[in-house]
T-cell receptor, first 109, second 115 residues
């Protein structure tokens, strides 16, 4: 069964303190792994798509990487405005999209 | 602004009633997805339509149904509503073109409250 597990559930950082979020996945026929950011009460905002192991994508303070079993979202020198829930999702061969429960990130000034 | 619109923003109704949620995808997107997000659960995939046809089905209850119309907008119908159906319902769209990644762009959601 396709499954996505994100860790940690919550992460508290000081401004400027770099860290990583983990997304472990099990899926048949990976069509894509996606990272989204979600602010409270709003729809998820697309960040990255990764398709093959070894692939990396960067955007401002965020960098996403992919292996055959997991993906990491690295946050470099975070700012308070980076506080949000970060969601990982996979699309498998059956076209179903499975989301992880998310990591709630809190960045304190 | 993702370009995906959803109406209404808020909906308050009673148990046993039926409601319809509406979604207009981004211009040019062929796929529409529906998700349910409640406080104690993450985003639960309900169903996907591609160019008018059902493409994938997730944890959608039999009391729920959806369709995508020729102009590509979609509606999610929820009937015999129960208290546990109270949640945020999101619609997303993607281009779903062959050879491209299927990143989804989400609407602002409809907050459904069942009393």
């Amino acid at each position: 069964e396709d499954q996505v597990t994100q860790s940690p559930e919550a992460l508290r950082l000081q401004e400027g303190e770099s860290s990583s979020l983990n997304c472990s996945y099990t899926v048949s026929g990976l069509r894509g792994l996606f990272w989204y950011r979600q602010d409270p009460g709003k729809g998820p905002e697309f960040l990255f798509t990764l398709y093959s192991a070894g692939e990396e994508k960067e955007k401002e303070r965020l960098k996403a990487t992919l292996t055959k079993k997991e993906s990491f979202l690295h946050i470099t020198a975070p700012k308070p405005e980076d506080s949000a829930t970060y969601l990982c999702a996979v699309e498998g061969g059956g076209f179903k999209t499975i989301f992880g429960a998310g990591t709630r990130l809190f960045v304190k000034a | 602004d993702s370009g995906v619109t959803q109406t209404p923003k808020h909906l308050i109704t009673a148990t046993g009633q039926r409601v319809t949620l509406r979604c207009s995808p981004r211009s040019g997107d062929l796929s529409v997805y529906w998700y349910q997000q409640s406080l104690d659960q993450g985003l639960q995939f309900l169903i996907q339509y591609y160019n008018g046809e059902e493409r994938a089905k997730g944890n959608i209850l039999e009391r729920f149904s959806a369709q995508q119309f020729p102009d590509l907008h979609s509606e999610l119908n929820l009937s015999s509503l129960e208290l546990g159906d109270s949640a945020l319902y999101f619609c997303a769209s993607s281009a779903s073109l062959a050879g491209t990644y299927n990143e989804q762009f989400f609407g602002p959601g409809t907050r459904l409250t069942v009393l």
